[in-house]
């Protein structure tokens, strides 16, 4: 395999926008020749070098295609006019898993840029039969920089006139009482991490320096550095010995105290989100590999005095959308049970609920973790 990749290398996703698109008409213009497959190994065992015509149909995420990693879209009309995104599978679960169609109430993306997922909401919301009862989203992102590319995108998907971009806003700042945010029914979180799920990072670490406040860690450098994961629950990941040296020793203490400042602040975020009165479903994600992102973040959130008051609950594996329903890699129990502090709270329950995706893998993603929150409200829709 590519170097880095395990043992499965990694297809190219492919999303169609169902604002400008659909598959049928993927297949026959975009894909027209290309010969369609039931197994996403085939489109797997291709090596890097070649492109056949081959396309997969994904089973799990609606109007999502998988090619071999050599096909160059990057100068097909249907890229160039966002009829396409190019989008790994595992980043399509948020939306999906959300369904912001069938909860109501208008949507919030709390950390949108560059909007991969923004414009996979859009895609989700933007039935025309529907247009006088659309929710609207509304999509934050703090950095002004990163929601230029936002805007790009949104414009070119087609997605500018069903979101609200609200470009530099910290979604901490946002008064949850207020218009327009005490209509939000659902929220997608996804808060910037660690990126060591991403492709290509097994051994770079995306090294994140906290500024003083612990909600703010987010200055990304990129490093080079040998990590020693803490409590990840990837089971192919090399363990560092602890018989290494003093600067590989010094630099797992770094990353321990980064990720400890990545999961206050992601936890931060989560239970701001807990906040919105009519909100009856939120997913948080990252493309992180690590528990302290993932399980330990969603177990102190189920723990918090929010949760409890507003009645927040992890979505069951069971009460989930279909396709999430089908996937088989779920949380990690052990994770779990290290930061259960609430004694009631069912910790195989919470496991089996959470999505893992893992790189490496014959599923062909990237590493990724999302839940889904959900709460049961009056039909006034608030519980204030
Ligand atoms: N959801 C995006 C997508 O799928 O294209 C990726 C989001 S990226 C992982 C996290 C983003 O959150 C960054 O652009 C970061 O600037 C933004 N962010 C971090 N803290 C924020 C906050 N408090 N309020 C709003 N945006 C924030």
Redesign the pocket.
């Known amino acids: 395999s590519e170097s880095g990749l395990g043992q499965w290398p990694h297809p190219r996703w492919v999303r169609v926008n169902t604002i400008k698109s659909n598959m049928d008409e993927e297949l026959r213009t975009t894909f027209a020749g290309y010969k369609t497959t039931e197994s996403l190994e085939e489109i797997l065992r291709y090596p890097p070098s070649s492109a056949p015509k081959v396309v997969h149909v994904d089973k799990h995420v609606p109007n999502l295609l998988a090619v071999p990693r050599a096909t160059d879209l990057s100068k097909s009309p249907a890229y160039l006019n966002g009829q396409i995104i190019l989008q790994d599978k595992a980043?399509c679960f948020p939306a999906y898993l959300l369904r912001p169609d069938v909860e109501g109430g208008d949507c919030l993306?709390?950390?949108?840029?560059?909007?991969?997922?923004?414009t996979h909401l859009a895609a989700i919301l933007h039935d025309e039969s529907r247009a006088a009862s659309r929710p609207k989203i509304y999509a934050?992102?703090?950095?002004k920089d990163?929601a230029s590319s936002l805007l790009t995108l949104l414009q070119t998907a087609g997605a500018q006139k069903y979101v609200v971009a609200k470009a530099g806003?910290?979604?901490?700042r946002i008064d949850p009482g207020k218009a327009p945010w005490d209509g939000i029914g659902t929220l997608?979180l996804?808060?910037?991490?660690s990126g060591s799920g991403i492709i290509g990072r097994d051994e770079t670490l995306s090294v994140v320096l906290p500024r003083k406040e612990a909600?703010?860690p987010?200055e990304v450098q990129s490093k080079k550095r040998k990590r020693k994961p803490t409590r990840e629950t990837t089971p192919n990941v090399q363990r560092v010995p602890e018989e290494n040296s003093n600067i590989e020793d010094k630099s797992s203490d770094q990353l321990s105290a980064r990720l400890a400042a990545l999961s206050t602040?992601q936890l931060k975020?989560l239970l701001h989100a807990f906040h919105f009165p009519k909100a009856r479903r939120i997913t948080y994600s990252?493309?992180s590999i690590y528990a302290e992102e993932n399980e330990h973040v969603v177990m102190r959130a189920l723990g918090s005095s929010i949760a409890q008051e507003r009645g927040w609950q992890i979505s069951r594996r069971e009460e989930q959308v279909s396709g999430m329903r089908a996937w088989t890699i779920r949380g990690n129990a052990d994770a779990c049970m290290d930061s259960a502090n609430d004694k009631s709270i069912n910790v195989a329950d919470v496991a089996e609920a959470c999505i893992r995706c893992e790189k490496g893998t014959k599923e062909g993603t990237q590493g990724f973790f999302v839940a889904s929150f959900v709460r049961q409200i009056g039909n006034l829709g608030t519980d204030q």
């Open positions: 980043s993306d709390a950390c949108a840029a560059p909007g991969n997922k923004t934050c992102e703090r950095d990163r806003q910290d979604f901490l997608l996804d808060p910037s991490c909600s703010d987010l602040f975020l990252t493309c």
